[in-house]
């Protein structure tokens, strides 16, 4: 079901997509790719609430899946939640140090308050190796 919710990925048919990843999820309820697609569904149709949920099971079903985490974060972005928002591009920094987006949008937020103080917890990063 998940292969072929890829397939109809490709050909924009997101409502059959749609379908098979309920399938899937109705076999397999720990199908963290299953739930990342349904996200990217949502997201795809600006239901952000769903898009939320939706990357947020696929976090609990893998916790070091990075591009879940980024999707979320746009996800959480785009619903104006900054901060939350904020600690996923972090915590995408923490699990793909590689990710040039994600450092981006971190730094972006830093040089643009610099004096406020950052409401993020302990998830902010204290060194920067490269």
């Known amino acids: 079901y998940s292969q072929r919710a890829l397939i109809y990925m490709i050909f924009d048919h ?19 790719g299953a739930y990342k697609l349904r996200g990217d569904i949502y997201l795809h149709r600006n239901d952000l609430a769903m898009a939320i949920a939706n990357y947020s099971q696929a976090i609990r079903n893998n916790p070091t899946d990075h ?13 104006n ?21 994600a ?14 103080p950052l409401p993020l917890g302990t998830n902010m990063p204290c060194t ?3």
């Open 14 to 32: 997101h409502a059959e997509a749609l379908e098979s990843l309920n399938m899937c999820i109705k076999f397999n309820r720990v199908h963290a």
């Open 67 to 79: 591009e879940a985490y980024f999707q979320r974060a746009q996800a959480y972005e785009r619903r």
């Open 81 to 101: 939640d900054i901060l939350l928002a904020m600690d996923d591009y972090v915590q995408v920094t923490r699990l793909n140090p590689k990710n040039i987006d």
């Open 103 to 116: 450092w981006f949008v971190v730094f972006f937020f830093l040089f643009l308050f610099p004096h406020d």
């Open 128 to 130: 920067i190796s490269i």
